[in-house]
């Protein structure tokens, strides 16, 4: 039995600019953080031929052409030489749909699986670039790649895109207390909405590739946002960085109708007036996670709670995706 297991993310800072739709014409960077929340992957031999998948379904297929899964089927099909007999089985501490990047964990997760089923060593760098592979050229999902590197890499993490060039990954340089700081006062709220980033991350791509000027304008601020949330952070002016949340946020509802709605929008409004300095939607859009930078958590988590929002509590992970268990 092998268990693997991938962070999910959230994101820091200059979110969206990791789309090659984006990132080929204006270059992309961004900053993200893999937190202690995972996607596990446990992968056995049967006895029999075939296949045995439990995800959020249960399927058996004799052959790979026949799953349904379509990121199992094309992991199986990327990874030569597997065993014929497996049983694969997912588990997630959170939901999907929530916007913390749990499609491309899960895939990093399968991944790095299937590469120790056959006894291969994979880096960091490869793993990411081989679950971009599958997402985006294989399943065509109009997505970035940041979730597949932080997945991959974990920490606090510093990446760079340009066309026809290997993602560039550094860590941000913050000191010790700095990082304690930022775990303490950054609190994630489940608004309890789950979607697909799918619409919203196409309606994006698809301006982006157009050179929609709107669109391309929005991500220009958005990746020097991105630069400026590095400063602050590496300069330990925490406060500034919640302001720059806030900002984000607010460029970043202009890309989509789709991007809000009037529940988040009164919630959003409740944190700031209850001891928020910035927040934002984590993800594409449209519900999941709502995370603010706090300067008075006590009075932000009471306000949050007295309007129904459960807190999810979190640390950063610097280890990245992982085998866990090999039995």
Not at 55 to 77: F, G, K, W
Not at 178 to 184: I, M
Not at 272 to 282: D, E, P
Request: charged share 25%.
């Amino acid at each position: 039995m092998i268990i693997s297991r991938s962070p999910l993310r959230i994101s820091l800072g200059g979110g969206g600019t990791d789309l090659p739709s984006y990132y080929n014409n204006h270059n992309g960077f961004l900053i993200a953080a893999a937190i202690d929340k995972y996607v596990y992957i446990n992968i056995h031999r049967r006895f029999m031929d075939g296949y045995l998948l439990k995800y959020s379904h249960m399927e058996e297929a004799m052959t790979v052409d026949e799953i349904q899964h379509p990121i199992l089927r094309e992991c199986l099909r990327y990874i030569e030489g597997l065993p014929r007999n497996l049983e694969i089985t997912s588990m997630a501490d959170i939901p999907a749909g929530t916007g913390l990047g749990s499609s491309s964990s899960f895939t990093t997760a399968v991944l790095k699986a299937l590469h120790h089923c056959r006894r291969n060593l994979v880096q960091p760098q490869q793993l990411a670039e081989e679950a971009c592979h599958i997402e985006l050229d294989f399943l065509k999902e109009p997505i970035g790649k940041q979730d597949q590197y932080i997945a991959a890499f974990g920490g606090i993490t510093c990446f760079e895109f340009k066309r026809d060039e290997p993602v560039k990954a550094y860590p941000l340089r913050v000191s010790e207390e700095t990082l304690f700081n930022l775990e303490d006062n950054l609190l994630l709220f489940f608004t309890g909405y789950s979607r697909s980033a799918s619409a919203i991350l196409k309606e994006q791509n698809d301006k982006s590739k157009q050179q929609d000027k709107k669109m391309i304008d929005n991500l220009h601020f958005v990746k020097e946002l991105g630069y400026r949330c590095k400063e602050a952070l590496e300069s330990a002016d925490l406060i500034e960085f919640g302001r720059l949340m806030d900002v984000h946020w607010q460029n970043k509802k202009k890309r989509s109708g789709s991007m809000s709605n009037g529940d988040i929008d009164r919630w959003y409004d409740t944190a700031m007036q209850n001891g928020a300095v910035g927040g934002k939607l984590i993800g594409a859009g449209g519900g999941g996670f709502l995370m603010f930078y706090a300067a008075d958590k006590v009075r932000l988590r009471r306000a949050m709670r007295d309007i129904g929002l459960r807190e999810v509590r979190f640390r950063f992970d610097f280890e990245g995706t992982k085998i866990v268990a090999d039995d």
